[in-house]
């Protein structure tokens, strides 16, 4: 993803205790959509919050397009994450730290082998 990024729109939301965010990222031409985790990695250090407090709505790269369009909500503590956002959107977040856990626990277990003893 490129430093120069451009915040579309930021709307403070007294009544849940959020900022309401819509970025435009831009990538390069041969990149992949950035992953949840990345895209949350890249708005905390952008806006100086808490990645913690960030819940990705929505992630729009159109095809042939050299920008992605991020929707994002920013609150002020976790308990109103619960409170207000979806249980499916809290559920990605925590979903890609086990897939992390997943892949870091596969990189240390030993390689398989089969009854011979010989890998597979």
């Given at each position: 993803m490129s430093n120069s990024s451009g915040l579309v729109q930021d709307n403070r939301n007294p009544l849940?205790?959020?900022?309401?965010?819509?970025?435009?990222i831009p990538v390069s031409k041969n990149e992949a959509t950035p992953s949840?985790?990345?895209?949350?990695?890249?708005i905390a250090s952008l806006l100086n919050v808490d990645k913690e407090?960030?819940?990705i709505k929505s992630i729009y790269h159109p095809f042939g397009s050299r920008e992605v369009t991020v929707v994002v909500n920013i609150y002020d503590?976790?308990?109103k994450i619960r409170l207000f956002e979806r249980k499916?959107?809290?559920?990605?977040?925590?979903?890609?730290?086990k897939k992390e856990?997943?892949?870091?626990q596969a990189d240390e277990a030993p390689?398989?082998?089969d009854k011979k003893g010989d890998p597979k």
């Open positions: 849940t205790k959020r900022r309401e965010v819509v970025l435009k949840r985790a990345k895209t949350k990695q890249y407090l960030i819940v503590t976790p308990e499916y959107l809290i559920e990605r977040d925590i979903g890609n730290k856990v997943t892949k870091q390689a398989q082998t």
